[in-house]
């Protein structure tokens, strides 16, 4: 497989990457200027030259993929016998500058449910450089004429109908975001108490819907068995504050501004996520104590 090909299939997979190029030649190497490799997580793609030059490349790729590093960064390798090498020596005598390009994962958003409103927040969200998955029961709401401009936009659009929502949050990877405003609200519920449940850490859950009925799903979900701190993470209502209307154009507006306000918060690094979302969990389990007191009580 091609490096053009690698670096389709690690965002096809939702992994992150490093393109490395080799930018300059002087004097002797291995490969050429404009040589390149992709490095995955546990995998690569095509060569740099191999030797030292390329096991330092590989190592300092995956720092990069292990700090979530954003910004590309040039590498120089001298090729010669005296140059103090962590993985052996190379002798062709030239020096080799390397560029590292960081290869973005594009942040994932399920949305459940294209009625009125969500076929326009999928019309903004279709804009930007993302994994939009499209999903609903109803197939006349998934039809590719509808979706049309949805399809077109910058976003690679995954379109799913399927009766069963909680089959395609399965498959989701960690990190997700999840939108939930299907037409039924029983439907609603039982992705909420599904996204719940999920091994995997999501990015963000989001109900569409009144005070009263987040009130409702909060009791019920506290009687399936969630804890209050679990239960905080779903987001009802959605949208962001300020901007007000029923028009389905204007709450797609909310929704998204909202979402990308959370899309735009600082991930880390990945050995620290779990640390990171047991801090978040610390933090909302006080207020989802309280949202869950107040269901029960309205409940009874």
């Known amino acids: 497989m091609d490096w053009l090909k690698a670096a389709q299939q690690l965002r096809d ?5 490093v393109l490395v190029t080799v930018a300059e030649v002087r004097g002797h190497a291995p490969r050429e200027a404009g040589a390149k490799m992709v490095v995955g997580r546990d995998r690569t793609w095509g060569s740099v030259g191999g030797g030292n030059l390329e096991a330092t490349a590989v190592a300092r790729a995956r720092e990069m993929i292990g700090s979530g590093a954003t910004e590309p960064e040039m590498h120089e390798a001298k090729l010669n016998p005296h140059a103090r090498n962590e993985h052996g020596r190379q002798c ?4 080799v500058r390397l560029l590292l390009e ?3 994962v594009r942040p994932v958003i399920a949305l459940f449910g294209l009625g009125h409103v969500g076929y326009e927040l999928a019309r903004i969200l279709s804009r930007l450089p993302v994994r939009l998955l499209l999903v609903d029961s109803r197939p006349e709401q998934l039809d590719r004429v509808r979706l049309a401009d949805v399809i077109d936009g910058t976003a690679d659009v995954g379109i799913y109908h399927t009766l069963l929502g909680e089959q395609v949050l399965e498959q989701l990877p960690r990190g997700a975001h999840v939108l939930i405003m299907t037409h039924d609200h029983a439907e609603d519920y039982a992705l909420c108490d599904a996204a719940l449940r999920l091994p995997q850490p999501l990015g963000s859950i989001g109900l569409i819907g009144s005070a009263s009925k987040w009130t409702r799903f909060a009791a019920q979900l506290a009687a399936a068995g969630h804890r209050p701190d679990v239960i905080a993470r779903i987001i009802c209502p959605i949208g962001q504050p300020g901007i007000t209307g029923k ?3 204007v709450i797609a507006v909310a929704v998204a501004a909202a979402l990308l306000a959370v899309m735009s918060e600082p991930k880390g690094r990945d050995a620290d996520w779990t640390e990171e979302r047991g801090a978040r969990d610390e933090r909302t389990s006080d207020e989802g104590r309280r949202r869950l007191e107040a269901a029960r009580r309205q409940a009874t």
Do not use: Q
């Not at 062709?92 to 020096?95: Q, T």
């Open 13 to 17: 997979e939702g992994e992150p990457g």
């Open 247 to 249: 028009d389905p154009a």
């Open 102 to 104: 960081p290869l973005a």
């Open 92 to 95: 062709c005598g030239g020096v």
